[in-house]
């Protein structure tokens, strides 16, 4: 029995009905090697259970404040305004929201939401893959957000070394956290930075950039910082949502091919694609969709 | 704000895509194919920009009916015209 699983079962029924039969789905659809995976995370994340239950609201909360949102979403056709400053001082510098909701809600998100899921998968088939077979498998992180993607790159590779940025002190401490609780923390240094502002001086052959263009006033400026970070030869991970509102989110993209634009114009050359919708639309109203590229 | 009970069933209906009039003081998630999940959210969210309230968690995990959520409505002060 996954007990870990189980667990976060029992606290997503207690706080929002029907919540657990995403369990049941996820597994039906994903099978086996999702659940177990699940359970990983959860033992050593919450080993003995500790937080699981506090995580388990704040996906609850996490959720609810996006459909809220998607709400005036589908009736305003834009995203509340809201500037980068405001969304910090709201978001990335709130001890309590963050440590509390976002990022558990969004550690959870990985593997309770199918088009999150769907996009680990691309990301571990088209980069991780090449990551392990490289012989020189140093990677950058920008946005870390958890520190999920970093820490998939390096219990996936264990050759892999990477440095992680972010503007959050709470994302550094998530990240961490789960870095130390996969036994991956000797490889992994991790800076409070804006990559922008100050740009890194060295580059690397691999880098991950997921969820941080929604959240930013000047997503181009961003794709430029990134394509000076990549070393001559290598190959970058980036990822944008879209038609997703969400407390932080600021530049709406509507469609992939914005996405593509603005990699473009920034010297990237797109490799592969990957976009995946949150539900089925019910009819014209936007659905939220993540769009993932690997770019070189 | 005022809800007569006509409105709460319409919106109701549309958030399930069921027949309005399905929808009983008894009536909860048992009777609904489509009550699930996401639409449980979607109408907690509807009711929310409907009746210009905010449910807590709490709230939300216990709207197992629509009795419940006649009384959580009056609970926020709601003026609820449905009768008993």
């Known amino acids: 029995m996954r007990a870990h699983v189980e667990r976060l079962r029992a606290a997503l029924r207690a706080g929002f009905p029907f919540r657990a039969e995403h369990i049941e789905r996820a597994t039906a659809a994903f099978g086996e090697a999702w659940a177990s995976e699940l359970e990983d995370l959860l033992a050593r994340m919450f080993p003995a259970g500790d937080g699981l239950e506090q995580a388990a609201r704040g996906y609850c909360d996490f959720v609810l404040d996006g459909m809220r949102l998607m709400k005036r979403f589908e009736r305003d056709g834009v995203y509340a305004a809201k500037s980068y400053d405001e969304a910090a001082h709201e978001v990335y510098h709130n001890r309590a929201y963050m440590l509390d909701l976002y990022l558990p809600g969004n550690l959870l998100s990985h593997y309770l939401w199918p088009h999150h899921w769907r996009q680990l998968v691309f990301f571990r088939n ?141 010297g990237f050359r797109l490799e592969q694609g990957f976009v995946a919708a949150a539900y089925r639309p019910r009819g014209d109203e936007p659905v939220p969709a993540v769009a993932a590229l690997i770019v070189t | 704000m005022q809800l007569r009970r006509e409105e709460i069933q319409q919106l109701f209906g549309e958030v399930f895509e069921a027949d309005p009039h399905a929808f009983a003081l008894a009536t909860g998630p048992e009777d609904v194919a489509t009550w699930d999940s996401f639409n449980h959210l979607n109408l907690v969210v509807s009711l929310e920009e409907r009746a210009g309230v905010s449910f807590s968690t709490d709230e939300i995990a216990s709207m197992l009916s629509v009795a419940k959520i006649v009384a959580l409505l009056r609970e926020h002060g709601v003026d609820v015209d449905w009768p008993e």
């Open chain 1, 126 to 266: 088209s980069f991780l893959a090449d990551l392990r077979a490289s012989d020189d498998p140093r990677f950058a992180d920008v946005g870390v957000g958890t520190g999920f993607y970093s820490r998939i790159l390096l219990d996936g590779a264990r050759a892999a070394r990477g440095r992680g940025y972010d503007v959050s002190e709470f994302s550094l401490e998530y990240a961490a956290r789960q870095a130390a609780a996969f036994d991956c923390a000797e490889r992994y240094e991790l800076r409070r930075a804006d990559v922008i502002a100050a740009p890194p001086s060295e580059t690397v052959p691999f880098l991950t950039c997921v969820e941080v263009l929604e959240h930013l006033e000047d997503p181009p400026a961003m794709l430029r910082a990134l394509r000076a970070m990549l070393a001559p030869g290598g190959k970058a991970f980036i990822t944008a949502a879209l038609n997703a509102p969400n407390v932080d989110h600021i530049y709406l993209y509507r469609d992939v091919e914005e996405v593509h634009r603005h990699v473009r114009a920034a």
